[in-house]
C-alpha cells in the first residue's frame, strides 16, 4: 500500500501471507510464552571444545508408539550457534545426572574432619586478623604521610622552591603513593570482615551434610547445590567436566590428606593459601 494505492510487490515472498495476518492480528496484545528449557538448559553447563564453547540445549526427542501413546525422552545438545560441530552429540538428562552425583563423594566429610577444620580456621583466623590490623595501622600511616608531603610541596611551590612544572611531579609522586596505600588499607579491611569465615563455615556444613541433602532435594534444589560447588561444568561430547570451587576444593582435599594441617601459622595470606575464605 502506497498513498492508498495496493501495488504488486516484486520482491521473493519471505513471510507466508497467512502468518503475517496472525501477526497483524496480535499486535498490542500481551501473550506469556512457556518453553521448557529442561532442568540444565539455559547456561548452566556449556560445549566444552574451545571453538565453540556455546551453551548446551535442551532437544527432547518423541518416541510413538504402536498403541498410539508417546514417550518423552529428555536430551541435550551443543547448541552449535558458532556452527563449530558437523554433528552433534545428544546426551540423556539421566546420564548428566549420574556424572553430577560423583560430586557428593568429592566433597563429604565426617564429623570429626569438620570439626578438626573449623578449629584450625578459627585458631588461623584470630591470628591472620591481629597480623592484618598491625599492617592496616601501617597503610594509614602511610596516608597520612603522603598528606603532609603533598602540604609540604603546596609549601615550596608557593614559597618558590619548587616551579610550576617540579609542584606537579611532586604532587603526582605522592598522590600515587596515597593512592597505593589506600588500596592496600581497603584490602587489609576486607581480609578482618566476618565474610571470608562465614562462607569457609557454611561450606563445611554443606560438606557434612552433602548426601542427605542430595537425597532428600528436589531437582530445583539440586541444582541450586551444584551452583554452590561448582564452576565451570561443560560437556565434552557425552562427558560432563567441571571444577569445584576454592573453598569446596580445599575440603576435598583435606578429606583425601592425612596430613593436611597448615603449618606456616605465622603466614598472613593463610586463609587465602588454603583456599577457605
Not at 597503610?139 to 619548587?162: T, V
Not at 596515597?178 to 581497603?186: D, G, N, P, W
Not at 587489609?188 to 548426601?211: M, P, R, Y
Request: charged content about 30%.
Amino acid at each position: 500500500d502506497w498513498q492508498g494505492v495496493e501495488y504488486r510487490g516484486k520482491h521473493e515472498l519471505i513471510i507466508p501471507v497467512d502468518l503475517l495476518k496472525k501477526v497483524d492480528a496480535s499486535l498490542g496484545k500481551k501473550y506469556t510464552i512457556r518453553k521448557s528449557r529442561g532442568v540444565f538448559g539455559g547456561g548452566f553447563i556449556r560445549c566444552a571444545d574451545p571453538k565453540c564453547g556455546c551453551q548446551i540445549t535442551y532437544d527432547p526427542k518423541t518416541k510413538n508408539a504402536k498403541n498410539g501413546s508417546s514417550k518423552i525422552f529428555h536430551y541435550y545438545r551443543c547448541s552449535n550457534g558458532k556452527r563449530a560441530h558437523l554433528s552433534l552429540v545428544h546426551v540423556s538428562e539421566e546420564k548428566i545426572w549420574d556424572q553430577f552425583s560423583n560430586v557428593l563423594e568429592k566433597i563429604s566429610i565426617n564429623d570429626d574432619l569438620a570439626a578438626a577444620i573449623a578449629a584450625t580456621l578459627n585458631e588461623t583466623r584470630r591470628k591472620v586478623e591481629a597480623k592484618t590490623r598491625t599492617e592496616a595501622a601501617a597503610f594509614r600511616e602511610g596516608i597520612e604521610k603522603a598528606d603532609r608531603n603533598e602540604d609540604a610541596a603546596y609549601l615550596d611551590f608557593k614559597n618558590g622552591i619548587l616551579d610550576s612544572e617540579g609542584y606537579e611531579r611532586r604532587v603526582a609522586r605522592v598522590r600515587s603513593e596515597r593512592k597505593r596505600f589506600s588500596h592496600q588499607l581497603e584490602e587489609a579491611q576486607v581480609q578482618i570482615t566476618d565474610a571470608g569465615i562465614e562462607t569457609a563455615k557454611t561450606t563445611i556444613e554443606l560438606a557434612k551434610s552433602a548426601k542427605t541433602l542430595w537425597n532428600d532435594a528436589t531437582v530445583e534444589e539440586r541444582m541450586q547445590i551444584l551452583k554452590r560447588v561448582l564452576s565451570n561444568p561443560v560437556l565434552d561430547g557425552p562427558t560432563l567436566r567441571y571444577d569445584l570451587k576454592n573453598s569446596v576444593a580445599a575440603l576435598a582435599e583435606m578429606a583425601t590428606q592425612r596430613e593436611w594441617r597448615p603449618l606456616r601459622d605465622s603466614n598472613s595470606c593463610l586463609l587465602r593459601e588454603r583456599e577457605l575464605s
